[in-house]
């Protein structure tokens, strides 16, 4: 049963650099599913009653996306599970907590823009925790680069190679129609304004297209020969990326992508089991088939203001998922019990009964779990997922409480935020455990912070920036060191990791150089 499931299950994500359409292509994606009736429902952009908590007033005030959504929609006969991803790059940390919970996942560029520097992270990322990747070249009907100059450049900078599955017919900003590479035939479209409804799709076969477009058509076979045919074990090994063309705004090309990720994005399989590779088992993963099991990739607080409910996002790795079923805990290996189980969906919630591999789940009252902790039935074997990796923070500052008479909330606040993700929490032994450090991708990350001690735990804090930019592990023989430089911190994470902050590469460097320190980056997308 849960192998049936899981074999029809995609469970994607959708990244890209701010402004390229991810939130365009959502609401075109819904639509082509119909799942949602109108476009703009997903991000609850008109009517926003029902759930609206002091999170979303926040979001509203800065304009911008802090939670994160599954949206489930049924093609066909198959699941997608699209995961949505902040769209601030300030919280690309949670962005790329997203991608350890997905199996494939689509890269909007922008066509004018082309390959922007969220866009080479986020590529890095994925090929780090080996994410496959779909392209998808938004915006063709405005004038942008050329074809080929983007595919050169993603050959050139990210050494992935492009193989198209689409290509356009006409430059960009003058979109006559899409060539089906595999076919060579040419979907022509009557965009629907305002991206209003489907455009509607002529099909033309090439003789006929070849008649109608001449040599707009020639030059884009002659685009398409210069690359290679789409092929999915080099997509799935992370050399390739399946491309497509595409107008999110006017719905052109969002067929073709979702026909790539039934087509090409695998179904979930088998996930590493830490504790299998403790014991040196042979094959150390956990099958799609054995019982129950998943992860906490996200935790989300306060999304309902009458209860301050804690929501943790568990992505379904094994077996069939029923709500109400009381699973095990495994840090604390204590009992959990899913009574209430949601499904999230933009702004709308709704109670989930059963779940498979590849699917979201969001269980309430969840404060006792933590970002990357593993959950499974008890009647099944035990399993650890790996943990969930840590990303590099660039932004780091003093926490204190703002009245001492509130410092056991302000402790209890700290640690929550923590456990959520929200934050990195860093102990500086000099400066000692009521003075934190809180470190974060982007400075948005304090503000959050910021409210939620403010709101939620009563506890104001003030946050004394530290001028310092970069982060590496140390080994504890040189700590001393380093402690005595100028320009520097040593914090220890709660990991037991002792990392070293300074203020820039320069001062590292030269640092580096004066005592020979054994310093090891952390990379984005976790090591
Ligand atoms: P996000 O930040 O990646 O979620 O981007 P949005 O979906 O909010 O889109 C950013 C802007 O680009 C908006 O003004 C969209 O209307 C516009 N946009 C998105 N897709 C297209 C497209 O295919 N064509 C054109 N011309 N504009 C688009």
């Given at each position: 049963m849960s192998l049936h499931e899981a074999a029809r299950r995609r469970s994607i994500a959708v990244i890209s650099h701010?402004?390229?359409?991810k939130s365009t292509l959502t609401e075109a994606l819904a639509l082509h599913t119909r799942a949602?009736?109108?476009?703009?429902a997903v991000h609850g952009k008109g009517d926003r009653a029902g759930v609206v908590s002091d999170w979303m007033e926040m979001e509203q005030k800065r304009g911008i996306s802090i939670t994160s959504a599954a949206l489930q929609l049924a093609y066909g006969d198959v699941i997608i599970n699209l995961l949505d991803t902040p769209?601030?790059?300030?919280f690309s940390e949670d962005t790329y907590r997203v991608l350890t919970a997905v199996d494939a996942a689509v890269m909007l560029l922008d066509a004018a823009k082309g390959l922007e520097p969220q866009t080479l992270k986020l590529f890095e990322v994925c090929r780090r925790r080996g994410v496959p990747v779909i392209t998808l070249v938004n915006?063709?009907?405005?004038?942008?680069?050329?074809a080929l100059e983007l595919c050169d450049e993603l050959s050139e900078r990210i050494d992935l190679q492009p193989t198209p599955l689409t290509w356009p017919v006409g430059e960009a900003g003058r979109l006559l129609g899409l060539v089906d590479v595999a076919s060579g035939d040419v979907h022509t479209y009557e965009r629907a304004p305002g991206g209003a409804g489907l455009a509607r799709e002529e099909r033309l076969a090439g003789a006929e297209a070849g008649k109608r477009f001449g040599a707009d058509y020639d030059d884009a076979l002659d685009g398409v020969g210069l690359l290679d045919a789409v092929d999915q074990e080099s997509f799935l090994a992370g050399r390739t990326t399946p491309l497509l063309f595409g107008a999110a705004l006017s719905n052109i090309g969002v067929r073709q992508l979702l026909d790539a990720i039934v087509d090409l994005a695998p179904a979930p399989s088998a996930r590493p089991d830490v504790r299998r590779t403790e014991v040196g088992a042979d094959a150390p993963t956990r099958p799609v088939d054995s019982p129950f099991s998943g992860f906490v990739f996200k935790m989300q607080a306060g999304m309902d203001p009458r209860h301050r409910d804690h929501v943790a996002f568990v992505r379904v790795c094994s077996g069939r998922f029923e709500r109400g079923m009381t699973v095990t805990?495994?840090?604390?290996?204590r009992p959990f019990a899913t009574k209430y189980a949601l499904q999230v969906f933009g702004r709308e919630r709704e109670t989930v009964e059963e779940a498979f591999p590849g699917d979201v789940v969001g269980l309430v009252n969840a404060s006792a779990l933590a970002v990357g902790d593993s959950l499974y039935a008890p009647d099944g074997p035990a399993v650890r997922f790996p943990p969930m990796p840590a990303f590099a923070p660039e932004h780091f500052a003093l926490a204190r409480v703002?009245?001492?008479?509130q410092s056991k909330k302000f402790r209890k606040g700290i640690a929550q935020l923590q456990q959520e993700g929200v934050v990195q929490i860093l102990i500086s032994e000099a400066r000692g455990d009521a003075t934190p450090i809180l470190a974060a991708v982007g400075p948005l990350q304090f503000e959050v912070a910021t409210y939620r001690m403010d709101h939620?735990?009563?506890a104001p804090m003030v946050l004394e920036h530290l001028d310092l930019s970069v982060a590496r592990t140390v080994a504890e023989d040189d700590a001393p060191t380093l402690t005595a430089a100028l320009g520097t911190e040593i914090a220890r994470r709660d990991d037991g990791t002792l990392l070293a902050l300074f203020r820039d590469v320069w001062r590292l460097r030269s640092l580096q150089r004066e005592y020979s320190l054994d310093l090891r980056p952390l990379v984005a997308g976790g090591e």
């Amino acid at each position: 049963m849960s192998l049936h499931e899981a074999a029809r299950r995609r469970s994607i994500a959708v990244i890209s650099h701010p402004d390229a359409g991810k939130s365009t292509l959502t609401e075109a994606l819904a639509l082509h599913t119909r799942a949602i009736a109108t476009a703009g429902a997903v991000h609850g952009k008109g009517d926003r009653a029902g759930v609206v908590s002091d999170w979303m007033e926040m979001e509203q005030k800065r304009g911008i996306s802090i939670t994160s959504a599954a949206l489930q929609l049924a093609y066909g006969d198959v699941i997608i599970n699209l995961l949505d991803t902040p769209g601030h790059a300030d919280f690309s940390e949670d962005t790329y907590r997203v991608l350890t919970a997905v199996d494939a996942a689509v890269m909007l560029l922008d066509a004018a823009k082309g390959l922007e520097p969220q866009t080479l992270k986020l590529f890095e990322v994925c090929r780090r925790r080996g994410v496959p990747v779909i392209t998808l070249v938004n915006k063709w009907d405005r004038p942008g680069l050329e074809a080929l100059e983007l595919c050169d450049e993603l050959s050139e900078r990210i050494d992935l190679q492009p193989t198209p599955l689409t290509w356009p017919v006409g430059e960009a900003g003058r979109l006559l129609g899409l060539v089906d590479v595999a076919s060579g035939d040419v979907h022509t479209y009557e965009r629907a304004p305002g991206g209003a409804g489907l455009a509607r799709e002529e099909r033309l076969a090439g003789a006929e297209a070849g008649k109608r477009f001449g040599a707009d058509y020639d030059d884009a076979l002659d685009g398409v020969g210069l690359l290679d045919a789409v092929d999915q074990e080099s997509f799935l090994a992370g050399r390739t990326t399946p491309l497509l063309f595409g107008a999110a705004l006017s719905n052109i090309g969002v067929r073709q992508l979702l026909d790539a990720i039934v087509d090409l994005a695998p179904a979930p399989s088998a996930r590493p089991d830490v504790r299998r590779t403790e014991v040196g088992a042979d094959a150390p993963t956990r099958p799609v088939d054995s019982p129950f099991s998943g992860f906490v990739f996200k935790m989300q607080a306060g999304m309902d203001p009458r209860h301050r409910d804690h929501v943790a996002f568990v992505r379904v790795c094994s077996g069939r998922f029923e709500r109400g079923m009381t699973v095990t805990h495994e840090r604390s290996g204590r009992p959990f019990a899913t009574k209430y189980a949601l499904q999230v969906f933009g702004r709308e919630r709704e109670t989930v009964e059963e779940a498979f591999p590849g699917d979201v789940v969001g269980l309430v009252n969840a404060s006792a779990l933590a970002v990357g902790d593993s959950l499974y039935a008890p009647d099944g074997p035990a399993v650890r997922f790996p943990p969930m990796p840590a990303f590099a923070p660039e932004h780091f500052a003093l926490a204190r409480v703002k009245d001492p008479g509130q410092s056991k909330k302000f402790r209890k606040g700290i640690a929550q935020l923590q456990q959520e993700g929200v934050v990195q929490i860093l102990i500086s032994e000099a400066r000692g455990d009521a003075t934190p450090i809180l470190a974060a991708v982007g400075p948005l990350q304090f503000e959050v912070a910021t409210y939620r001690m403010d709101h939620e735990f009563s506890a104001p804090m003030v946050l004394e920036h530290l001028d310092l930019s970069v982060a590496r592990t140390v080994a504890e023989d040189d700590a001393p060191t380093l402690t005595a430089a100028l320009g520097t911190e040593i914090a220890r994470r709660d990991d037991g990791t002792l990392l070293a902050l300074f203020r820039d590469v320069w001062r590292l460097r030269s640092l580096q150089r004066e005592y020979s320190l054994d310093l090891r980056p952390l990379v984005a997308g976790g090591e």
